[in-house]
């Protein structure tokens, strides 16, 4: 496992010249010009090279299962104006992703992607690495295999290639539309960065003893859904958990107030404690303005616990975390997170 500026790297370092791999985009596109002979290279100032977004499930509504009372509503969690709000938080957790297509071949886009994670501790208001853990980062090309015909053998059984064309779930090949290999490779990428963020989680929940603010889930995995220190805090709501009536309640929750505590649970996660929080006003804005989801372990009180997590998550609201433009629902914390993990990628 290699190292480079105290960054531990899931990539192992070989030493053969003609397949050294890359580090850079520019070298990732040239390391493909030998290894897929047939591939074309692209333009790196034009709209392909640019990093690609996340592949978004489509938006969906499902009915809350309240554990809190008998219906969704909205509770004050904020005190009243001018008392001071503290939060417990020690640590942050976040990862980054970039994604870029920067060859073809014959039609099928050839994706090359950084995946990182880390987190920052707090101490005396300053945000530092995390110490026990080194930041984690991935450097990996994700090929649909099956559609590439002149590839160098040793790339091919190379274990930090993923393959983008295996079968789904019923057996099938995904399409050879290069939309939909990209989707595929986003996926992928989606799951790799998802896998360093719950590594250090894990960690975190052995070592540690105070509470860790992750940025997304923490249903992935039983240590983090179960531990009393890990707290997901979701910031897009493609799954919004608000059908009938609980619709009204969630997009009319006023800042500095919760709804309901529900249980969310699937065949793939582990099941959690989930409440939304409203972080600033949404008057004249997206109904989903400030709006996030909490997700913790289930506990004996669960009213009183919801309380106190929603009312440490307001009190991250200051500073803001400008000039992301997802200020209204990030905290400065995941902000340093993401610009330290950008600077060392």
């Not at 009393?228 to 800042?255: C, M, N, Q, W």
Request: charged share 30%; net charge neutral; glycine share 6%.
């Amino acid at each position: 496992m290699g190292h480079r500026a105290g960054v531990t790297s899931t990539d192992s370092d070989r030493g053969d010249n003609e397949l050294s791999w890359p580090t850079s985009i520019h070298a990732a596109r040239r390391f493909i010009m030998r290894a897929v002979p047939d591939s074309s290279p692209i333009d790196l100032a034009g709209d392909e090279a640019q990093p690609r977004a996340r592949a978004d499930e489509p938006p969906v509504l499902n009915a809350p299962n309240v554990i809190e009372g008998r219906k969704l509503k909205a509770i004050r969690v904020a005190p009243s104006r001018g008392a001071k709000l503290e939060s417990q938080f020690a640590g942050f957790l976040d990862g980054v992703q970039d994604v870029r297509i920067v060859n073809h071949s014959h039609g099928i886009p050839i994706v090359w992607a950084t995946v990182s994670a880390a987190i920052r501790v707090r101490h005396n208001r300053k945000l530092t690495a995390w110490e026990k853990r080194a930041p984690a980062v991935s450097r990996r090309y994700y090929l649909p295999l099956r559609y590439l015909d002149d590839i160098n053998p040793a790339l091919r059984d190379d274990p930090r290639v993923v393959d983008t064309a295996e079968t789904d779930a019923s057996g099938k090949f995904p399409s050879r539309h290069p939309a939909a290999l990209l989707d595929c490779a986003i996926q992928k990428v989606q799951r790799d960065r998802e896998d360093l963020e719950q590594t250090l989680a894990e960690a975190w929940c052995i070592e540690e003893s105070e509470p860790l603010y992750v940025d997304g889930s923490i249903a992935a995995s039983a240590i983090t859904a179960e531990s009393p220190i890990t707290i997901g805090v979701v910031k897009s709501h493609r799954t919004l958990y608000a059908d009938g009536d609980a619709f009204r309640v969630v997009v009319g929750l006023e800042s500095g107030e919760r709804s309901s505590v529900f249980r969310v649970s699937s065949q793939r996660r582990h099941a959690v404690a989930s409440w939304y929080v409203r972080l600033r006003g949404a008057s004249g804005r997206d109904a989903l303005f400030g709006l996030v989801r909490v997700e913790a372990a289930e506990s004996v009180d669960l009213t009183a616990r919801a309380d106190e997590i929603s009312r440490w998550i307001i009190a991250e609201g200051a500073p803001l975390a400008l000039p992301d433009g997802r200020w209204d629902k990030m905290t400065y914390g995941i902000r340093d997170t993401e610009e330290f993990l950008r600077a060392i990628s």
